[in-house]
Every structure is written in structure tokens, then in C-alpha cells.
């Protein structure tokens, strides 16, 4: 069982910078693909971005590439969404979410671990 942790929402100016945080329990940290996803107010959840095992590749939402960073610290089981250049259509709950395995996927149905999830809200 992986349990998913996520700090660091808030609200910020349009243009501004947020980084989230999602902490995980157990062993299996190392061994996880992990993602982002966020769900806006009437819509259906959608992927953000994600990292291999190792942190040697990521991938990207097509609306947030360029602006958003996804990064791991396997020693403190953390990943880390860095979001700069923030628009008011970020404006979600993100949720930080994790599967065992090798290959990446970007279908939220994919990943059998979520946390409960942390508000951005971006002001105009």
C-alpha cells in the first residue's frame, strides 16, 4: 500500500510560481512511476505530467509544457510539480498519484495510488 501526501497549494497571481510537494509512505517509492493530475471545477480529471522510476524522463500535459517542472528526490520520497508562468486555467485540485512498474501512462485509471489532493487557485 503507498500512501500519497501533497502540500504547497495556495493562491497566486496570474504569472506567478507554486511548487507542490507529494510525499509517500512505504518501501516502494523507487519503484513507482509517478504523476500529477489536476481536476478543475465541472471537469473530468486530467494527467499533467509524469516521471520515470529514476527521474531520467518526464512527460508533459501539451497546456503546460515549458511552464511546468516534474521532478523526484527518491531519498525523501517526494516528487515535485514546479509551476511558473501560472494562468487562471490552472486554477485545480492537483493530485499527486503513483503506479508500480516501468512504463509510463498518462490514463488516471493507470494508477491504483492517489493522494487527497492540494487547491491551486490562480487569480487573474
Known amino acids: 500500500q503507498v500512501q500519497l501526501v501533497e502540500s504547497g497549494g495556495g493562491l497566486v497571481q496570474t504569472g506567478g510560481s507554486l511548487r507542490l510537494s507529494c510525499v509517500a509512505s512505504?518501501?516502494?517509492?523507487?519503484?513507482?512511476?509517478m504523476g500529477w493530475f489536476r481536476q478543475a471545477p465541472g471537469k473530468e480529471r486530467e494527467f499533467v505530467a509524469s516521471?520515470?522510476?529514476?527521474?531520467?524522463?518526464?512527460y508533459y500535459a501539451d497546456s503546460v509544457k515549458g511552464r511546468f517542472t516534474i521532478s523526484r528526490d527518491n531519498a525523501k520520497n517526494t516528487v515535485y510539480l514546479q509551476m511558473n508562468s501560472l494562468k487562471p486555467e490552472d486554477t485545480a485540485v492537483y493530485y499527486c498519484?503513483?503506479?508500480?512498474?516501468?512504463?509510463?501512462?498518462?490514463?488516471?485509471?493507470?494508477?491504483?495510488?492517489w493522494g487527497q489532493g492540494t487547491q491551486v487557485t490562480v487569480s487573474s
Open positions: 498519484a503513483a503506479r508500480l512498474g516501468t512504463v509510463v501512462v498518462t490514463s488516471l485509471n493507470d494508477y491504483p495510488y
Open positions: 512505504g518501501r516502494t517509492f523507487s519503484n513507482s512511476i
Open positions: 516521471i520515470t522510476r529514476g527521474g531520467g524522463s518526464t
